[in-house]
């Protein structure tokens, strides 16, 4: 059993930047892909990006490449999401997910791949 927690959402303006964090309960989080998605009132469930386990393979939506990275430090068993040039289309809250694996090619961007979700965190960029 793994619990995520994540941090760092806020208010900003647009342009601005968060950096979002997503912390595991346990040490073999470097064994875990971990995804980040996010939901705005009333729309679906966006994917947003991803990291395999170990090497930290990267995967990204069309709508947030080049503007937001995400990255892994596993002996602190965190996942970040660093989110540059942010526009009021990027309010939501943002979810992270992860599951075991072995696999350390390019993680899935599926929900359902993953296995354990955080409460989230509110992101809001004002115009």
């Known amino acids: 059993q793994v619990t995520l927690v994540e941090s760092g959402g806020g208010l900003v303006q647009a342009g601005g930047s968060l950096r979002l964090a997503c912390t595991a309960s346990?040490?073999?989080?470097?064994?875990?892909?971990v995804v980040w998605f996010r939901q705005a009132p009333g729309q679906e469930r966006e994917f947003v990006s991803a990291i395999s386990r170990s090497c930290g393979n990267t995967v990204y939506a069309d709508s947030v490449k080049g503007r937001f990275t995400i990255s892994r430090d596993n002996d602190k068993n965190t996942v970040h999401l660093q989110m540059d040039s942010l526009t009021p289309e990027d309010t939501a809250g943002y979810y992270c997910?992860?599951?075991?694996?072995?696999?350390?090619?390019?993680?899935?961007?599926?929900?359902?791949?993953?296995?354990?979700w955080g409460q989230g965190t509110q992101v809001t960029v004002s115009s």
């Open positions: 997910a992860g599951v075991r694996t072995i696999f350390t090619v390019s993680p899935s961007v599926e929900a359902g791949s993953y296995t354990y």
């Open positions: 346990r040490r073999i989080f470097s064994t875990y892909a």
